[in-house]
C-alpha cells in the first residue's frame, strides 16, 4: 500500500512538473474563481470586525481573525510580530456650518483628519481664506491670515488617467497643510476632500505638525467635494461669512499592535524570501474593505492558491499584514528593521494597496534587466487581459524593503473608481465585487510563481516562451 501511495505522489509530482507556466497560471485562476477565499474572509473582516485603526480593539480583533485563519492553511510557520503604534481616536462626530450672517447657518460634512487635535470644547468660528498651494498662501502672509481659517480647495486633477498620480498631485495641503497654516497665524485648516467626485461624504487620512508643540497645533478637518464647492462659491459672494466647525479628536499613547505573518518554507531556496502583503490597519469611518481589507485577504489567499494548485515554491515565501501603514508606517519599517537585522536575503515583494477592482497588471521597482524579465512573461498575462506592466512605484509597506538588486512591485487595478470610496464612510464591503477581488488574488499568485520559478536575475526570452 505505501508503494502504491509513493508512486501517486510521484506520478503526481511528475505532472505538475511538465506542466506548462500557461498551464499552470490557468491552474492558478481557475482556483481562485471557482475555489477562491478572499471574498469570504473579507466579509467577515469588514462585516464583522469592521473599521481597525491602529491602536483599535477593531485592528486588535483583525490580528487575532488573520492568524487563526493563516493557521488553518497548513502553513510551515505563522506567527505574530511585535509593533508599538500610535492610537488616535475621532471621538464623537464632528459637526460643522457656514454662517453667512448671525443666525443663519448652512450646514456642511466635515470629518477631522487623523492626528488632528480637537477644536476647543465649544467648537472653533472664524472668517475663512481659501487658497489652491502653499504659494498662495506665502503671497498672503500674515496679514490676511492671522486669526482665520486656511481653507485649501486643490482639487485632484481631472484629465489624468492615472488617479494616483491625481491624488499625489495634491494630498499635499492635507497632510502638510495645518503647518504651512500655522506658519500665517491660522486658527485652523479645513481641507478638500482628495476625491475625483463630487459627493456629501468627506475623506479623511492622515496629516502632520512636524513636531510642533501641542499649544502651537491648529484643528485640521476634511469637507465633501460638493460643500467644498459651496463654501467657495459663498466665499466669492461675501468674503466675509464665517465658518464653524467642531471635533474632539485626541492623541493617546502608543498601544502594542502587530503584524501578521505567515509562511511557505523554499524547497531549494529557503533563505531567499519573497513576501506578498497588504495593510490590515484601516481609517475609521467605513470598514476598510477596498483600502486595504482587499489587499489583506488577496494576500493571503496567495499563499493559499499556490498550496491548492501544487506548487511547492523553491523559496521561502510570506504573507505579510502590516500594522499601522495608515498613519505611521511602523507595521512596514519594523518589518524591514527585523529583516535587516536577521540578515534575511528578501529578493522580491509585492504588495496589493490599490482597492479590490480589476487587476490591470503591476509597476515595478526594480534593475532594467529584472524588467526585462517581466516583459517577457507578458504573453502569459493576455488572456487574463493583464496588460499594465511599467516600471515605477511598489507599496509603501515593502519600500523599506528596497535594495539595489532586489525586485518590489505593486498590484495595479483599476483606478478609476477607487478614490470614490477611499478614507470615507463608503469604503465597505457592498463595493466589492467578488470576481476582480479573485481576479486579484489570481494574477498576484502567478507573478508571486513566475518570480519563484525564475528567479530575479534576467533569463532568456526563449525559455519563458518555451514553457
Known amino acids: 500500500m505505501k508503494r502504491i501511495l509513493l508512486f501517486l505522489i510521484l506520478i503526481s509530482s ?117 487658497v489652491q498651494n502653499f504659494e498662495e498662501l506665502e503671497a498672503l502672509g500674515t496679514e490676511n ?78 469637507i465633501s467635494t460638493n460643500d467644498a464647492e459651496l463654501l467657495s462659491t459663498m466665499l466669492k459672494l461675501d468674503k466675509s461669512i464665517k465658518f464653524y466647525f467642531k471635533q474632539s479628536c485626541k492623541q493617546l499613547k502608543d498601544v502594542q499592535s502587530y503584524n501578521v505573518i505567515g509562511e511557505i518554507t523554499g524547497s531549494e531556496f529557503p533563505n531567499e524570501y519573497m513576501i506578498v502583503g497588504g495593510h490590515l490597519d484601516s481609517w475609521d469611518l467605513g470598514d476598510g474593505s477596498h483600502d486595504d481589507g482587499a489587499g489583506v485577504v488577496q494576500s493571503m489567499d496567495v499563499l493559499r492558491l499556490l498550496k491548492e494548485s501544487g506548487i511547492t515554491p523553491k523559496r521561502s515565501i510570506r504573507v505579510v499584514l502590516f500594522m499601522n501603514e495608515e498613519n505611521g508606517l511602523r507595521g512596514g519599517k519594523k518589518y524591514a528593521a527585523i529583516a535587516k537585522q536577521k540578515n534575511e536575503n528578501h529578493v522580491f515583494a509585492l504588495e496589493s494597496d490599490s482597492g479590490g477592482f480589476t487587476p490591470r497588471g503591476f509597476s515595478f521597482d526594480c534593475t532594467d534587466a529584472a524588467f526585462n524579465q517581466v516583459l517577457s512573461w507578458q504573453q502569459l498575462f493576455k488572456p487574463y487581459l493583464i496588460h499594465y506592466f511599467e516600471k515605477g512605484g511598489s507599496g509603501a509597506d515593502v519600500g523599506p524593503l528596497k535594495t539595489e538588486s532586489n525586485v518590489l512591485a505593486g498590484l495595479r487595478p483599476d483606478s478609476q473608481r477607487y478614490f470614490d470610496h477611499h478614507h470615507a464612510s463608503n469604503d465597505t464591503f457592498d463595493a466589492i465585487n467578488k470576481r476582480e477581488l479573485e481576479l486579484g488574488a489570481a494574477t498576484m499568485t502567478s507573478l508571486i510563481y513566475l518570480f519563484d520559478k525564475y528567479g530575479v536575475n534576467p533569463i532568456s526570452n526563449k525559455e519563458a516562451i518555451k514553457d
Open 14 to 130: 511528475s505532472i505538475s512538473f511538465s506542466q506548462t507556466d500557461q498551464e499552470v497560471l490557468k491552474t492558478i485562476y481557475t482556483q481562485s474563481l471557482t475555489n477562491g477565499k478572499s471574498y469570504d474572509w473579507l466579509s467577515h473582516l469588514s462585516n464583522q470586525i469592521g473599521s481597525r485603526l491602529s491602536g483599535s480593539l477593531g485592528a486588535e480583533r483583525a490580528v487575532a481573525y488573520t492568524k487563526e485563519e493563516l493557521d488553518k492553511l497548513g502553513l510551515d510557520k505563522v506567527w505574530l510580530q511585535p509593533v508599538m503604534v500610535p492610537k488616535w481616536v475621532r471621538g464623537a462626530k464632528e459637526f460643522a456650518f457656514i454662517e453667512t450672517k448671525p443666525g443663519k447657518t448652512t450646514n456642511v460634512n466635515i470629518c477631522a483628519l487623523g492626528g488632528s487635535v480637537a477644536t476647543p470644547a465649544l467648537g472653533l468660528k472664524a472668517e475663512v481664506v481659501e
Open 145 to 222: 491670515i492671522k486669526g482665520k481659517i486656511v481653507f485649501y480647495n486643490r482639487p485632484m486633477q481631472a484629465d489624468l488617467i492615472q488617479t494616483f498620480e491625481a491624488y499625489g498631485g495634491c494630498v499635499n495641503q492635507r497632510y502638510k497643510g495645518a503647518v504651512e497654516a500655522i506658519k500665517f497665524g491660522a486658527v485652523g485648516v479645513i481641507v478638500r476632500s482628495m476625491n475625483l467626485r463630487m459627493d456629501d461624504l468627506p475623506h479623511t487620512g492622515s496629516m502632520t505638525y512636524d513636531n510642533l508643540p501641542v499649544d502651537k497645533r491648529i484643528p485640521s478637518a476634511a
